[in-house]
Structure formats: structure tokens, C-alpha cells
């Protein structure tokens, strides 16, 4: 009875060891996942956009890369804004405060000193980045407006719209008017 045990259990590892398909499933405890017949964008001649409204393993949807800026305008206006449906409790504070300190803080610091260059007084300036202070720059700017650019990101700006919720942009703005006044 050993003797069998030991001839099929050479068997299962000879057929892994020489990568046959998995045909049965003895065999499917061998089979290589990422070599299997499936799509990997990353390989020439496979799909090189994704479908608009589809969503990434890390919650992204992907829209149509021709209406990237079409929020742009309409959120410039002070009329045609989306308003800030959040008062600025505290919940909201704090909730913006973190995402603030975790998302925006190490580019765009929390206060108005700018470098030699202009930019938001940040280590990560002072290495050449080129990110504003956000608050000499958002009092002009309508909530719309900062929600849509923390959602969408800019040239430099990485989208943040995968990692954080509706409701956290907003709390970052709710946040973001708080830094305004203290430094007024």
C-alpha cells in the first residue's frame, strides 16, 4: 500500500514538474494560474482599453478618456457648481483632517508658506515637485471644483478618486475652508 502511495505521489510531482495540462483533477492542484488561457492587458496584441464603466480590482471605473475634463467648466462657475452637501461638523473635520494628512499634506502642506520656487514649502517641493499651497489657491476655487480635481487628479496631481469616497472629498474640502480661515 506504501508503495502505491509513493508511485502515485511521484506521478502527481513528475506531471508538475513537467507543467502537463490540467486535465482531471488530480492534476488541477498543478495547474499554473497566470499561464492559463485568459486576458493580461499587459501583453502585446491584447486589450489595450478597458471598456467605459467597467471597474479595476482596486474600485476604479473607468470612464471615456475623451470626457476627462468635462467637469472642468461647469465646476469653474460659482452657478453651475455641485455644492458641498456636507456641513463641516466634526465628524467631517476630522474625517478631512486624516484623509487631508494622508492624501494632500505631503505635497500641498497645511499652511501658506511657499519655497523659493513658489510652491507649497514641502520636502517633497524642495525635491523638485511643483505642487501649490492648496490654501493661497482654494479660496477662488468653487467645492465643486476641488472635489472633482481631488476625484480626477491634474497633470502632476494623481488621481485620488480610487482611495477615497464621495464623502471623503468632501470632508477634505470641509477641511481644507477650516485651514483658509486660520490662516486669514
Request: charged share 20%.
Amino acid at each position: 500500500m506504501k508503495n502505491k502511495f509513493l508511485i502515485l505521489l511521484g506521478v502527481i510531482l513528475l506531471a508538475g514538474y513537467l507543467n502537463l495540462s490540467a486535465r482531471t483533477a488530480v492534476f488541477s492542484l498543478i495547474n499554473d494560474m497566470f499561464n492559463q488561457i485568459s486576458l493580461k492587458p499587459q501583453e502585446p496584441g491584447s486589450m489595450t482599453t478597458f471598456p467605459i464603466g467597467t471597474v479595476s480590482v482596486d474600485g476604479r471605473v473607468y470612464g471615456d478618456p475623451a470626457d476627462r475634463f468635462s467637469w472642468l467648466v461647469p465646476e469653474m462657475n460659482i452657478r453651475s457648481a455641485t455644492p458641498n452637501p456636507f456641513k463641516p461638523d466634526p465628524e467631517s473635520l476630522a474625517n478631512g483632517k486624516l484623509k487631508y494628512n494622508t492624501y494632500c499634506q505631503v505635497c500641498h502642506s497645511d499652511s501658506d508658506l511657499i519655497n523659493a520656487a513658489g510652491f507649497a514649502a514641502t520636502k517633497i517641493n524642495d525635491l523638485g515637485m511643483i505642487a501649490p499651497a492648496v490654501i493661497t489657491l482654494t479660496p477662488d476655487f468653487t467645492d465643486g471644483y476641488i472635489y472633482h480635481k481631488v476625484k480626477h487628479g491634474g497633470a502632476v496631481m494623481p488621481t485620488l478618486g480610487y482611495a477615497t469616497t464621495d464623502r471623503d472629498r468632501w470632508d477634505i474640502i470641509n477641511y481644507i475652508r477650516t485651514l483658509e480661515k486660520r490662516d486669514e
